[in-house]
């Protein structure tokens, strides 16, 4: 099969780079073709020599081109844009990359008659209680995108698939991030300083977010009946 991976300027995010570093390759292993999309501020060294970068400048038709050219099996949803507290991370470029932008690809993809789409999802996009309550501006736009994705779903022979999201934590994550901090502390055998922990969260190691997207690549090929799938730990803790 051939797989097309959607990334862009938000190619750095842990998540992106590092299903981008451990999954991909394990395609190319297998024999698969691995393809992605990327914009000419991404940084093309965290993708693996195997797979074929194709950037793209923002012509109208360009998406379009690239998806003819590669002729994909399943596209895959990966990159998305956080808002930050620097002045060039505005409102307007994560609604951009979001929302636009990943409208633009998903457009290409009907009317290049691809079936089979792999979305990204965030737990950020849900309450407590595990309904629909954004909690930040990025959140809301990769809400956006996926009510455009179920609409295109459901007028075109389209299979669509969203993997949520949850605290993924592993090796390399630069982020600083509690569980990760744990870890590494653990090793040292120093004790972390901590709220009581009432806190819920739930934690998935890099391994399983790149084994659920392995899993969910071949599984859209063959089921058109799951909508969104989540990836945390279960229970959450």
């Not at 999309?37 to 400048?57: F, G, H, K, M, T």
């Not at 075109?156 to 993924?168: C, E, G, K, Q």
């Not at 063959?222 to 945390?232: E, V």
């Amino acid at each position: 099969f051939r797989f097309f991976f959607k990334g862009e300027d938000g190619i750095r995010d842990y998540e992106v780079t590092v299903v981008q570093s451990c999954a991909l390759p394990i395609l190319a292993d297998a024999g698969h073709s691995v393809h992605a999309i990327v914009r000419p501020a991404s940084d093309l060294a965290v993708l693996d020599a195997r797979i074929q970068p194709y950037v793209y400048s923002g012509e109208e038709d360009g998406i379009q081109q690239i998806i003819g050219q590669c002729d994909p099996a399943v596209v895959v949803h990966l990159a998305a844009q956080v808002e930050r507290p620097e002045p060039l991370i505005s409102l307007q470029s994560v609604r951009e990359s979001n929302f636009e932008f990943s409208c633009r690809v998903l457009e290409a993809v009907c009317a290049r008659k691809i079936t089979a789409f792999l979305n990204v999802g965030s737990y950020w996009e849900y309450g407590p209680d595990g309904s629909y309550k954004p909690n930040t501006y990025y959140a809301a736009t990769k809400r956006a995108f996926q009510d455009v994705l179920t609409y295109q779903a459901g007028n075109f022979p389209l299979r669509a698939m969203t993997l949520v999201l949850y605290d993924v934590y592993g090796a390399d994550d630069w982020r600083g991030k509690f569980l990760t901090h744990v870890l590494e502390m653990a090793k040292i055998g120093a004790t972390v300083p901590a709220t009581p922990g009432d806190q819920i969260i739930g934690p998935i190691h890099i391994d399983d977010v790149v084994a659920g997207f392995l899993a969910a690549g071949n599984d859209i090929l063959d089921r058109a009946d799951r909508k969104s799938t989540r990836l945390n730990s279960s229970p959450v803790v």
